[in-house]
């Protein structure tokens, strides 16, 4: 398995305003995803944070408004930027050792946009 | 494009029945499928991963089957209790991306 800490648990931001969120993970892992999962609905992924290059974003997902950062095999972080009450979300970090294994998720990052 | 669907979306038991809960996909082209567990407001946890060569997992009170051809999977639990309450995700792994496509959920409360 695999430790994941991702931080924070939950923040209330104003609109117009950024959030960084981190996931750092207790070992190295080849895959790191970010995930957001809207009030009431199912997981949608966001992109897929690449180390050392652009994450790749997913339909509807870019790079402006959620830019994604992953410096080495065991950290990464998300941002919201500019945001708006359509943001608010539960952002979570996924991890897997190698290609197509288990999937991980951290705790989520409650975020609430007023 | 990959579709999920979990039924029933909720499902409300009193303490000590099994159950089973139901997840199918449209493209059996899959790596794997796991099933998740998630409380209320928090993440994901990891229940059990079936590869797609597999055709059943077990773990505790916890039995997940896979008939990839029909697209098919469920998750049985015995004797269920009510710290088993939470929401029921399936998801199913395919193409090379690693990428999960996730079920819409299944609710689940386990009544005293």
């Known amino acids: 398995s695999a430790v994941i800490s991702q931080k924070p648990s939950r923040d209330i931001c104003q609109r117009g305003t950024s959030l960084t969120i981190q996931c750092q993970v207790d070992s190295q892992v080849t895959m790191m995803f970010w995930y957001r999962q809207q009030p009431g609905q199912s997981l949608t992924l966001i992109a897929t944070?690449?180390?050392?290059?652009?994450?790749?974003?997913e339909s509807g997902f870019v790079i402006d408004k959620f830019p994604i950062s992953r410096p080495n095999l065991t950290f990464s972080t998300l941002t919201v930027s500019n945001m708006s009450p359509e943001d608010s979300s539960i952002y979570l970090c996924?991890?897997?050792?190698?290609?197509?294994?288990?999937?991980?998720f951290g705790q989520g990052t409650r975020l609430t946009v007023v | 494009k990959q579709e999920v669907t979990q039924i029933p979306a909720a499902l409300s038991v009193p303490e000590g029945e099994n159950l089973v809960l139901n997840c199918s996909f449209t493209d059996s082209a899959i790596y794997n499928l796991q099933w998740f567990r998630q409380d209320p407001g928090k993440g994901l946890t990891s229940l059990l991963l079936i590869q797609s060569s597999q055709r059943e997992q077990t773990s505790g009170r916890l039995n997940a089957s896979l008939d990839k051809s029909s697209g098919r999977s469920t998750l049985y639990i015995a004797a269920s209790q009510p710290g088993d309450s939470a929401t029921y995700l399936c998801a199913v792994q395919g193409g090379t991306a690693s990428k999960l496509t996730f079920g819409t959920g299944t609710r689940l409360q386990v009544t005293l």
């Open positions: 944070a690449n180390q050392g290059s652009e994450a790749t974003y």
């Open positions: 996924s991890v897997g050792r190698e290609f197509n294994t288990e999937a991980f």
